[in-house]
């Protein structure tokens, strides 16, 4: 798939100019603070934009844009009401409304999906966060209470205390603490809420609400074995799997290894609240009916195509993002349904590649996630492996992975790069 990047900068430049003038509507009380939280948001907004977060491929556009055509015709109250949506190229199973009536559809979430209602409802939720300002309102919560005689008291008597000085202020910002990106829980309540009754309006499937909430409340855990993957990808008669490269050291995990083998915590999960979310969304619609209504309404044959090839993408863009770890496990995960795939066995090659120059030049934290109780045990497991490798052994583990190739795929001209590359590093 293509980025269209002349598209993607002239986007950008209309949403500029639409801020800038946003800027100067805002209220004007407590404006010079408004502006300032206001700004962080478009910080936020414009590096998604720098860094080719958000798609731009004219097929994949226009099937997402005939799905919200849909909501908007199904609602007249919202038919000219001023938002986008667009594809983003993230690995994360989310979806988000950003601000300056911008809604992204993570391909991390787009992939795990099985039809267009499911679909339909994640747009009409982030339509919904948009309808009802959520963001904007905590902004301006955020603001109010950092400018109230309370909050102003109260830093003035951390100021002039001796003693708990940082435990005081800790405690005061931890209550205080705005973070654009995240909705309250009420808030995504809400939004399920008003979600579903743009949904009921239109021709998808109600039935999408809770078959997506359902796989929102799992969506976080990996089912990779990692272990078994990496025995079997990399172990070659002339340079066999050592177990040493799986041991685990619990240092880097700050001593919290064990909850890599624990359910995560809802509060550490993407979707928290899943369960509570269903159960109210069940007893909104239980005597609701349809009476004509189906899962798909446009094409599933684009969907199943665009699905499939979101899964490359992301892969692909964690790469082009300098997180070669997160794109080898999305690869790893990949090639594990799609054996002897020239272009995710090439890839493969060139992750390693790259993690072996970074190790060399000392510059592989730059590239690469460290293993972290908030992961989930696979990614951790790989995280590992990855840390106990030397230099020499990503070298040799990388080519005999890629020479089991070389004979069907010396036609394929970026296997061939990648290969002499690792061949060259072998040899050093």
């Known amino acids: 798939m293509i980025q269209d990047s002349i598209a993607l900068h002239n986007l950008l430049v209309n949403y500029q100019q639409q801020f800038d003038q946003d800027l100067v509507n805002l209220p004007a009380i407590n404006k010079k603070d408004l502006s300032e939280v206001y700004r962080l948001r ?18 994949a556009q226009s099937y997402l844009n005939q799905i919200v055509s849909e909501i908007r015709k199904s609602n007249p109250s919202i038919s000219k009401t001023e938002f986008s949506c667009y594809f983003s190229r993230s690995y994360i199973p989310n979806a988000s409304y950003i601000g300056e009536g911008l809604i992204l559809f993570n391909m991390g979430l787009f992939q795990r999906l099985d039809n267009e209602s499911e679909v339909a409802f994640i747009l009409c939720h982030e339509i919904a966060h948009f309808l009802l300002q959520h963001a904007e309102k905590s902004m301006n919560d955020y603001v109010t209470m950092m400018n109230s005689k309370a909050t102003q008291a109260e830093l003035s008597k951390i100021k002039k205390s001796e003693y708990g000085k940082r435990e005081r202020l800790l405690n005061l910002v931890e209550g205080l603490t705005f973070d654009s990106r995240r909705h309250s829980r009420s808030h995504e309540s809400q939004a399920d809420s008003m979600a579903v009754e743009l949904l009921r309006n239109t021709r998808f499937s109600i039935s999408g609400a809770v078959t997506t909430m359902e796989k929102l409340d799992v969506i976080d855990t990996d089912t990779l074995n990692i272990a078994d993957c990496l025995a079997k990808m990399f172990n070659a008669t002339q340079y ?7 041991s685990k050291d619990a240092g880097l995990l700050g001593g919290l290894a064990k909850l890599a083998g624990e359910e995560m915590a809802d509060s550490l999960k993407t979707h928290p609240d899943c369960k509570k979310r269903i159960e109210l969304l069940r007893n909104q619609m239980k005597d609701w009916r349809q009476t004509t209504s189906s899962n798909f309404i446009l094409d599933s044959v684009r969907f199943v195509n665009l699905r499939d090839d979101f899964r490359y993408e992301t892969a692909e863009y964690a790469y082009i993002d300098k997180n070669y770890t997160r794109s080898l496990f999305l690869t790893m995960e990949l090639i594990n349904a799609k054996p002897g795939d020239a272009y995710l066995v090439t890839h493969i090659g060139k992750l390693l590649n790259g993690l072996y120059i970074g190790q060399k030049t000392h510059t592989l934290g730059k590239v690469i996630d460290y293993p972290s109780p908030g992961n989930q045990p696979n990614y951790n497991l790989l995280l ?24 069907q795929m010396s036609a394929y001209t970026p296997f061939r790069r990648v290969f002499s590359d690792s061949e060259r590093f072998f040899h050093d």
Do not use: C, H, M, T
């Not at 414009?46 to 798609?55: G, S, Y």
């Open 42 to 59: 478009w910080k936020s907004i414009e590096e998604k934009f720098d860094k080719q977060e958000i798609f731009l491929s004219a097929s």
């Open 240 to 246: 066999p799997f050592q177990k040493r490269w799986l």
């Open 384 to 407: 590992q492996f990855v840390q106990n490798l030397y230099l020499d052994e990503i070298a040799g583990i990388n080519y005999y992975f890629l020479l089991r190739y070389q004979s």
